[in-house]
DNA sequence: ACCATACGTTAGTATCATTCTAATGTTATT
DNA sequence: AATAACATTAGAATGATACTAACGTATGGT
């Protein structure tokens, strides 16, 4: 059974990998961090922010903002999508760069269960191009 | 170097190969035939036509809609696109059903150029899972 | 204590895609 | 001529995305 895509657009998408890969419980990130790493003004980043805490998958504290456990955990499914699609461009041709980016533009839109089964169709490589682990964890 | 992707909406794609599917010179498509097939309401429909028009990818003559050379060109690449992320889950253990709906989700996102390396990179099938051809022109 | 700087937040506006219902044309068939 | 079938326009709503300008708040230096 395939389980509901996660519900985010794509620059809620970006923004939740934003602070998943640049923040952690000590180190959260401030509005300002967030609006200059995705290029938009800061009431833009702002409202993208919102409509996370409002899904349940960030939160902000004294202008700190980190993501929930949900938001963690949907970030991390958004990676290993990610990853394996990377993998799979990479393996066939596509250079590392281009490989991202279109891997970005889809890794929140599939399922993670066939990525899955994607990821064993490509030899199950353990990890992304860019080295980083492709986690089979939940 | 990778061709920017198709400019279309995943309303505007799923009209394109609805109507590059159902239609053929001699039978062009009714605005109610679309509207119908795409389970909208009939001025929802026409938004998206006018839409598909004013982007250059369809023309409508006396109520009859039909795809321009640069519609058909569209939908040849999204369907090229469609039958290999198609065979690729297929391949990978997805049902056919699953995999044509996920295929539809990213058809139009993906580019063409990569689609033709991963293709190159799963055997290169030469029909989706329904039987279709999985065209290389172009 | 005061001011400036830095930052978050609100207000207000705009665009675009998507959707609807209700109303209005238009055409063709009876 | 009337009706039916269809296309089209009008009007409205929502949600994502984006901006500038203004406002609030807090901190640090003078």
């Not at 961090?33 to 980043?45: D, K, L």
């Not at 504290?61 to 990676?79: A, H, V």
């Not at 279109?102 to 191009?129: G, M, Q, T, W, Y």
């Amino acid at each position: 059974m395939v389980t509901a895509t996660n519900n985010v657009t794509k620059r809620e998408r970006d923004c939740l990998v934003l602070i998943g890969e640049k923040s952690d419980s000590r180190f959260p990130m401030r509005l300002h961090e967030i609006a200059e790493n995705m290029r938009v003004s800061a009431p833009t980043a702002f409202s993208v922010v919102k409509r996370l805490m409002f899904k349940g998958l960030a939160d902000s504290r004294d202008g700190m903002i980190m993501l929930t456990e949900s938001g963690i955990e949907t970030t991390k499914r958004i990676l290993m999508v990610h990853r394996t699609y990377e993998s799979l461009f990479c393996q066939s041709g596509v250079s590392e760069d281009v490989a991202c980016l279109e891997a970005s533009d889809i890794d929140f839109i599939l399922p993670i269960e066939n990525a899955k089964l994607v990821l064993k169709r490509i030899d199950s490589p353990s990890n992304c191009p860019h080295g980083k682990p492709i986690s089979t964890v939940q």
